[in-house]
């Protein structure tokens, strides 16, 4: 009777009762998933339960006291832990690998016995993969790496040496630092739905990879990851099925990653609120664009907004020499002339030094990227390595410079950035700050924004903050415009600059703004019907027209000597001066 009611665990394949499976689950996956080869948590002996069942009856499986027992151990099993089969096709195409032919497979096999390990094992492995196979960062980050081996592989700088811990997470502070409301969530592995938003390279990802490490770590989580740009609505909703799943078996959150999040369009954002909303999945979201636009509004409340700022030239100081220290870098001038024999190089591979200089001019180059900053060191390193055929390659500040041309310049032409630069600029123009105006014209300009686009802004300033106090700015507005048309970048940008510093010097007046303004908020404001155009006022082209009283008591200004006492207001409107006006009227 105990026979009958055991259940196989899908992982070690041994037989346990009902109350005890899930306790066996949560140790047992772990231990799995601890180290990144099969599970030996199994018996010592050779694994006669997994070649069994490939070829052998059932009845026959150790572990089984009769035939009937081990059917029902196995319809049980197959029920519970068929839950775990997200995609079977992908399963079947694995079977050849462990080793038996498909054709000795038996057709009436245990759903269990298909490797049930894999999947799970594959999504828990999934942010290790951006760390090196051998590389030890985890276990002695202070280790140095074999650069040579390291610099010949296709993988980014940033994304081999992407940190593990709070600890080799710089520049984030105000976020994540000590004494923070979400560090102490993080280190209590409480962690909330997040949405995490800040510029390229400033460590969104790296942060969602800090939080899956510990996760691991700890086993209170599995981690999945998503892109946004590639992924579609039912492969979010199969990561809801095993979380599902998971939660209800295991008694283990899921937390989901998903990348570029405003890729999403609302529809899409909206499979995630009640799963969100019931705890099902722990969501983080990354977005280079403001989510106050881009994320709906209803996952926006369920979710607490992060905001990462540009990483600091301090902070991309840490991050290069922490690189360097990895990598077994050694900076120019300090150890070159104090090497020890025990640290010369046998031949195989060049020793490689930097100068400080040159991490310096990273650090200022890069703004704020770190992945543009250990990607540039890179390229510098492997292109210098690949040049200089010696024991000892030094990379100077001039190699730097070479592969970064300019300043890498964040400026998205369709993103908050656009609008940002633009309020700048006319802020600081119609405060008549010269400097500060050409700087914010330079930032767009260089970024590549359409110079047009500048152009029409400043015909618009010209009349908005100019208006009658210069009537002559909105022709200097005018004409640069059709000059920039003429032209085009960047023989153009010297016209946009003089404009610029026309309109901020010129003597600024609103009383033109303020005055339409006001037009147009008594106009919306009105209760009722509008007023009827008055019938002196009216055109009267036919005779019906006329008869009707159009135009009737009209008084033509230029028949008059003296000026004219006439009505031009309706009625209801008579006295109204909008300069002055403060919506006292209807």
């Known amino acids: 009777m105990a026979a009958a009611e055991s259940v196989r665990c899908p992982v070690c394949f041994k037989d346990f009762t009902n109350e005890d499976i899930n306790g066996h689950l949560d140790a047992c996956l772990l231990e799995g998933a601890s ?54 096709g992908k399963l079947r195409a694995r079977e050849p690998s462990d080793g038996v032919s498909s054709q000795q497979k038996s057709p009436t096999a245990p759903a269990l016995n298909r490797g049930l390990k894999r999947p799970l094992r594959e999504t828990s492995r999934t942010p290790q993969r951006s760390q090196l196979p051998d590389a030890g960062i985890s276990k002695a980050p202070m280790e140095p790496l074999l650069s040579r081996a390291l610099f010949a592989s296709n993988k980014p700088l940033a994304e081999a040496l992407r940190p593990n811990t709070l600890e080799e997470y710089f520049g984030q502070s105000k976020a994540v630092g000590q004494q923070t409301l979400l560090r102490s969530l993080l280190e209590s592995q409480e962690i909330p739905s997040v949405i995490l938003w800040g510029p390229p390279g400033c460590g969104k990802t790296t942060l969602a990879h800090i939080i899956a490490s510990a996760s691991k770590k700890n086993g209170t989580a599995r981690f999945v990851t998503l892109s946004a740009t590639s992924a579609s609505t039912s492969e979010v909703r199969e990561v809801i099925k095993q979380a599902q799943n998971e939660l209800r078996l295991c008694k283990r959150k899921t ?10 369009n609302k529809s899409q954002q909206d499979t995630f609120l009640p799963h969100v909303e019931c705890g099902t999945v722990t969501l983080i979201g990354a977005t280079t664009e403001n989510p106050s636009f881009q994320v709906n509004a209803a996952l926006l409340s ?22 360097i220290a990895m990598l077994g870098i050694k900076i120019g001038g300090q150890d070159s002339n104090n090497l020890k024999d025990g640290d010369q190089t046998d031949g195989s591979e060049a020793q490689v030094y930097i100068e400080q200089k040159a991490l310096d001019t990273i650090a200022f180059l890069c703004d704020g990227d770190a992945r543009i900053g250990l990607n540039s060191l890179q390229l510098a390193v492997q292109a210098q390595t690949s040049l200089q055929k010696q024991q000892e390659v030094v990379v100077t500040e001039e190699h730097i410079k070479e592969g970064l041309q300019r300043s890498h310049i964040l400026y998205d032409k369709a993103g908050e950035e656009h609008y940002n630069c633009i309020s700048a600029l006319h802020k600081s123009m119609r405060g008549s700050h010269e400097n500060a105006s050409l700087y914010w014209l330079g930032r767009m300009l260089e970024g590549g924004e359409d110079p047009l686009y500048v ?111 006439q009505e031009y207001l309706p009625e209801e409107l008579r006295g109204v001066n909008f300069f002055t006006w403060k919506g006292s009227h209807p």
């Open 455 to 565: 152009a029409r802004r400043l015909i618009r300033f010209a009349s908005e903050d100019v208006g009658l106090a210069d009537p002559a700015a909105l022709t200097q507005a005018v004409s640069a415009f059709q000059a920039c048309h003429f032209l085009g970048m960047p023989e153009c940008e010297v016209i946009l600059a003089q404009c610029v510093i026309y309109l901020a010097r010129a003597p600024k007046s609103v009383e033109i703004y303020q005055a339409y303004s006001n037009v147009k908020a008594c106009l919306r404001n009105h209760k009722g019907p509008l007023p009827s155009v008055p019938l002196h006022l009216r055109n009267a082209p036919t005779k019906l027209m006329k008869q009707l009283g159009y135009a009737k008591g009209y008084k033509y200004n230029p028949a008059f000597s003296r000026p004219v006492e």
């Open 255 to 264: 937390i989901l990653f998903i990348d570029e999040i405003h890729r999403f």
């Open 35 to 88: 180290d990144c080869s099969p599970s030996s948590t199994v018996e010592t002996g050779p694994p006669e339960a997994k070649k069994c069942r490939t070829g052998a009856d059932p009845v026959n499986q150790p572990g089984s006291s009769s035939s009937s027992s081990s059917s029902m151990a196995d319809s049980q099993s197959s029920v519970v832990f068929s839950l775990f089969q997200t995609n079977k």
């Open 302 to 323: 369920r979710c607490r907004v992060l905001v990462l700022e540009k990483l600091s030239v301090e902070a991309m100081s840490s991050i290069l020499n922490r690189a």
